[in-house]
């Protein structure tokens, strides 16, 4: 059974290969709008710049993009352990199908942005980019009162066709610099399309602080659960980091910000901050108030730039435990400031405007 479907993935490997041979070929003059595109919707910045940018504008939104965010990162990185999906750029080096054939290993070439080291399916950019635009795009025919049965725009139909180029396009581009073949695009998009469906009412729930820790920490325990058990059945949970490491054509190229227990850190950093900061008093007074349109724009100037130097960082390597640490006391932090601090600091000074004014 294991060597039928392995065959069958090798074919499926195989003529994917093709495309993106033909695709590199085709559109090498345009490599830098791929790069761009791969960039600009990169996973990382759903955390941070959509969530802080739509939390901002609209709290609802906002939270909807957070938690879509957050769970579509888990499910993810679970399913990237499970699937064991590898990725063009090792898969043409590590399989026997060109050696068997007597055919010639094939031409991908490599850029920047291809060595991710985790496993390659299914596709985080095309996963997570399902998920929060369709929360805005909900939300955004939602607000307009497009969503409508009775409603006969052609606003949401024009919507929805964007949507789907623009998944497509941004598949096209993992697909482009070899980091993707393309089914895991499109399983990436049908999962990520499918969390927010499922979490299309979160904004409605109660949830405690100590809830949100609950989930910071099964998410955590499962993650760890996965990686226990892979081991224990003779499985390399970290098999993906040293294929990176051994074919990428240059050392500077490999991404160990895409490693899983990076990933893992993130999303339940974040998950944990989420927890403090909307049961803090700071958001349930602020979300309550009537925040002008200038103090909105106020909090995502300080929750996006925070958010942007957090980048700058350099956490410690002293060791990978520490490493780890840093990384998710990092990320809980900033949804922490994005949430509770940024608000009340433009509250704080809006107020002190205010009575300076009345004086």
Known sequence: MANVLTGTMDVVYENSVSAIEGLQARFLQQSDVFFLISNLFDPRYAFLVYSPLFLSLDWRVGKKIMWVTVIAEWVNQMLKWALHGERPYW????????????????DIQQFSLTCETGPGSPSGHSMVTAGVWYVILDAFLEKFNFNRKD????????????????????SASRVFIAAHFPHQCFIGMALGWLVAKKLNNITQQQVGTFLYC?????????????????TAIGVDPMW??????????????????????FSMMRYCGFMFGMGFGFNSKSFKENSKSKFTLAMRIACAIISVGVCKLSEKVSLLRINMFLFYVQAFLLNALLSYIMIAAAPYIVSKIWNTKAKQKAQ
Request: include cysteine.
């Open 240 to 261: 993906s980091v040293g294929r990176a490491i051994k074919w990428c054509a240059k050392p500077e190229y490999v991404h160990l910000d895409t490693s899983p227990f």
């Open 91 to 106: 898969w043409i080096h590590e399989t026997q199908v060109y050696n068997r054939t007597g055919i010639s290993t094939p």
């Open 151 to 170: 409603s006969n725009s052609l606003v949401p139909k024009i919507c929805w066709l964007a949507y789907i180029v623009l998944l497509t396009t941004v």
């Open 214 to 230: 609950a989930i910071t920490a099964g998410m955590l325990a499962s993650a760890l659960s996965m990686y226990a058990f892979l």
